[in-house]
């Protein structure tokens, strides 16, 4: 059309019809595939032996400034209810102790996900070829930046407003000193960023989101709200709405390699390893942190792992992947039989490690006790009774001179880091699916737990050399270790961690635990 | 009571549970300290709420300069390289988490601003479309300039915003991962923005091409932007250095290359050739310039260039880094001036000494903010001789 007639047209059109016109997303996002060009140096920084798809496509179809607008809605909703009416009624103060102590742990190492996912998308967002594909990963970047932000707030907010501040106030400096560390970095850190990232992708969106997000943070409001914190439902299921794009990404990853050769290969191993890898450290510490972090019980924890693990996403999400040639990991089973005692060997520990931690646990009550007999026969006879017996030796009490590590010690039960998972475990004392395997290597000998963490150790030892906390702190005394550790509150002698949660109980200090004289050994020097 | 609740009762309103958990409730708070990260910093005189928000949320162990954790990276990549690591790039810091966004813009304050960008922008060209704004553009702006070379210039934008990704993934402070992120939105923005005025002269004026064909056939094929085109390819992906790629883009190349086209050429020139619509756009694109240039500066000069004990180290890298920068991004100028034969040349306007005169005042621009802080010695009136020498 000749300019000038062009000119006429657009004229003559607004004479007919001078109805105000703008511009829709959707009108800008589907022009976006034709964004990038060929040329020679066009590759990923970040290798995989998956081949991407260049016309990948995404879900969720958004621009810029309408992701922009969308998670403002939200915000805007989300900040009112938390600044305003939970505000006045003094939500924090009226929530359980115990569940206070749990969302120290909780709303931290979901922050440390939420921040490494930042990294772990920068990466997908490299590695794809496809614009959409690319915008996806984008979404996600600043999604996560958004959960970091959020996680955060939710510590901030307790220790601003709630009845313990300790711990809220400085989770990022003190998190460091326990058992529960290492293993999250693990599964929250490294393993989302670390790797071919096709494989991190599946860490991260395939099983990370699709499948623990929804106990970890969906299924965690339950056990919030019945305990009287309405902040975190408030937080997390605003961040929940932004986890749907991200499964949606996990599931356009598979899609992109679905046709590629190297998927049929790999793919479900890198799935099995990435299952197991999560659930290694969920399973347990999830279920740790919503039974014995909470007064109120919502449900047994293995059925809630049912609900959401094996039924929602082993068999239905990962259903709908099959005919991607995607398989139900081969680990399930083993993870099955974990959901079940795991927490409970797992809390049996960190009680005992108490000191270490940048909160307060609490021994279970008599009606816990009961509850937990009910749901999970047997557990009196293994844990229950082990419980009394710290009790009656005034573990609880500052002058009492006992912390419950030493009744491993006496009794001859040591624990284990399971070097791949970094999850303590005691295989002399528990009822989950733990055994004790030692290769050497380098010089130096490992422990693992399970055949899974074993084959990724003889596959690729390299990878998961990571030092544990006995070698770190041994010979030193504990005292020590939580003085460096940043583990006291603001007067500079009373501990941060606590073995109890009564409101007239008294306070350990560093003095306590240092007339104790407890020093770490490395149990793996005694094999 | 029982201690397992159902059917969705709530501590804090259910009377009967509430009472339960208020008798467990300390009678007064356990601990006197109450503002989270009390430990850190700040940039001011207090811990405002993005550094509580963002500072330390990064969980990288001290021997990476500012992080609180200890030992090893608990999963590695394949053949045993860090998750993270000093040798990602060839700056050094005594501390990676001491970068601060000017504007302290945690999430929930960036996307504020970006949504209420796109309800006036919405506002704006409804406002503009019924008021028949369209009809005054020049003809050969609308259509080839408009149509073809902003098209074009929207791959630039797209380039540079692909930049950002690895940036993201390998950068060793929380703050700057964020940072990093956010101005590679903006940069996505710039490109979606080209393309939405574009869909929107479709909208108004039958026959004008929606289609980016047209515009990456100029971008990939096109003599105009083949420096620019070069210079971004290599920005993208041929620099592994995080630090370095973050340079080139927003101290050298976009300062230079992307203010002239933006605000000299496009911005400047729009209105002459009766084009108020491009002038929309380009000022939110300038928006998100000033905005990456506090980040970058802050970055660069503020921590890096002042660092206590890599200061010295690091100034001088930046100033080989700009060696090895600027010339690409003068050429990719020097090419860019072969636009001015496809426009009617204006008196005072798009004639040679306006066109010199929008170089010196960019040349001058970049030199006073962005050379002489790290102490670069440059001879601007010979940089802006030898972009003239593209001029057709």
């Known amino acids: ?527 | 009571m029982t201690i397992e609740v159902n059917g969705g009762r709530r501590g804090l309103t259910d009377p009967e549970i509430a009472a339960v958990i208020m008798a467990a409730v300390p009678d007064k708070p356990l601990e006197t300290q109450r503002k989270m990260n009390y430990f850190m910093k700040p940039r001011g005189k207090r811990i405002n709420e993005y550094e509580v928000l963002c500072c330390y949320s990064q969980p990288t162990p001290d021997w990476i300069p500012g992080g609180l954790d200890w030992g090893d990276w608990t999963q590695k990549f394949h053949g045993g390289r860090p998750s993270w690591s000093n040798e990602s790039t060839e700056m050094r810091s005594s501390d990676w988490l001491a970068h601060r966004d000017p504007a302290f813009r945690w999430h929930a304050l960036y996307v504020k601003d970006k949504a209420e960008e796109w309800r006036y922008t919405d506002r704006f060209l409804k406002a503009y479309s019924a008021d028949g704004h369209v009809r005054s553009i020049d003809p050969v702006w609308r259509d080839e300039v408009l149509g073809d070379y902003l098209g074009a210039f929207g791959f630039y934008e797209y380039g540079l915003f692909n930049s950002h990704s690895s940036v993201v993934r390998d950068c060793l402070g929380d703050t700057l991962r964020m940072s990093s992120a956010m101005i590679g939105l903006d940069k996505v923005d710039n490109a979606q923005m080209i393309q939405a005025e574009r869909t929107f002269l479709s909208k108004l004026v039958p026959g004008f091409p929606e289609s980016t064909d047209i515009p990456k056939q100029e971008w990939t094929k096109g003599a105009i932007f083949k420096g620019a085109r070069e210079l971004v390819q290599d920005i993208w992906q041929a620099t592994y250095d995080w630090n370095e790629i973050l340079f080139s883009g927003h101290m050298i190349c976009d300062p230079i290359f992307g203010q002239f086209v933006r605000r000299e050429f496009f911005m400047r020139l729009s209105s002459y050739y009766g084009d108020n619509l491009t002038p929309f756009f380009i000022n939110q694109m300038q928006l998100y310039f000033s905005q990456t240039k506090g980040i970058t500066t802050d970055m660069f000069h503020t921590c890096l260039g002042a660092d206590v004990e890599f200061g010295d180290y690091n100034n001088r890298l930046m100033r080989a880094w700009a060696n090895k920068w600027l010339p690409r991004t003068v050429n990719a100028l020097k090419d860019f001036m072969a636009i001015y034969a496809t426009i009617p040349e204006i008196k005072g306007v798009s004639d040679k000494a306006a066109i010199e005169a929008a170089l010196v005042r960019v040349f001058a621009d970049w030199k006073r903010d962005f050379a002489d802080p790290i102490n670069y010695k440059v001879d601007t009136a010979a940089l802006v001789k030898t972009v003239l020498s593209g001029l057709k």
């Open chain 1, 1 to 527: 059309m000749a300019i000038s007639t062009a000119t006429k047209a657009a004229t003559d059109a607004l004479a007919a019809n001078p109805a105000p016109v703008s511009v829709g997303a959707q009108e800008v996002h589907r022009w976006m595939q034709s964004f990038t060009w060929d040329f020679d140096k066009n590759r990923t920084k970040y290798s995989t032996k998956y081949k991407m798809a260049n016309d990948t496509k995404e879900q969720f179809k958004l621009i810029a400034k309408e992701y922009a607008r969308m998670e403002s809605v939200k915000d805007e909703r989300q900040f009112g209810s938390l600044q305003d009416v939970l505000t006045r009624v003094d939500a924090a103060n009226r929530v359980h102790p115990k569940w206070n102590e749990s969302m120290k742990v909780i709303s931290n190492f979901l922050e440390v996900g939420e921040y490494n996912a930042i990294a772990a998308t920068g990466m997908l967002w490299d590695s794809a070829t496809a614009p959409e594909q690319k915008n996806g990963y984008l979404g996600q970047v600043l999604d996560e930046i958004r959960h970091t932000n959020q996680c955060a707030y939710i510590n901030y907010y307790f220790a601003k407003q709630g009845q313990d501040a300790a711990g809220h106030n400085d989770a990022r400096r003190t998190r460091a000193i326990g058992p529960l560390w290492k293993g999250m970095k693990r599964v929250f850190s490294d393993g989302f960023i670390s790797g071919d990232a096709v494989e991190c992708s599946i860490n991260l969106q395939l099983v990370g989101e699709a499948c623990f997000t929804n106990p970890l943070i969906v299924a965690v409001t339950e056990w919030a709200s019945a305990n009287g914190d309405e902040m975190t439902p408030t937080v997390f299921l605003s961040i929940e709405t932004d986890e749907l794009r991200h499964m949606a990404n996990g599931y356009q990853t598979v899609v992109s390699i679905a046709n590629d050769e190297a998927a049929s290969k790999y793919l479900n191993t890198d799935l099995n390893n990435a299952f197991w890898t999560q659930q290694k450290y969920f399973t347990p510490v999830l279920g740790m942190m919503f039974e014995y972090g909470s007064h109120f019980k919502v449900e047994p924890w293995v059925k809630t792992w049912n609900r959401w693990v094996y039924e929602d996403w082993g068999g239905i999400w990962i259903g709908r992947l099959g005919k991607y040639g995607v398989e139900s990991p081969r680990s399930l089973r083993d993870a099955k039989k974990d959901a079940y005692w795991a927490h409970h060997d797992l809390f049996l520990i960190a009680y005992a490690l108490w000191p270490t931690g940048f909160f307060r646990l609490s021994l279970p009550t008599q009606e816990e006790a009961d509850w937990y007999e009910a749901n999970y026969p047997g557990w009196y006879d293994m844990y229950g009774k082990v419980y009394d017996e710290w009790r009656a030796r005034g573990c609880e009490d500052p002058s009492s001179g006992f912390l419950p590590i030493q009744w491993f010690i006496e009794n001859n039960h040591p624990i284990y880091i399971d070097r791949v998972s970094q999850v303590p475990f005691c295989p002399s004392y528990c009822k989950g699916e733990s055994t004790l395997r030692v290769l050497e290597y380098n010089g130096k000998k490992h422990s693992f737990s399970d055949q899974w963490g074993e084959r990724m150790w003889l596959s690729e030892p390299e990878r998961y050399e990571c030092q544990n906390i006995f070698e770190q702190y041994e010979g030193r005394e504990l005292s020590e270790v939580i003085a460096e550790g940043f583990g006291l509150r603001s007067d500079g002698k009373t501990l941060i961690s606590q073995p109890h949660t009564k409101k007239d109980g008294k306070l350990w200090t560093l003095d306590d635990i240092k007339r104790i004289n407890c020093v770490f050994s490395d149990p793996l020097k005694a094999l």
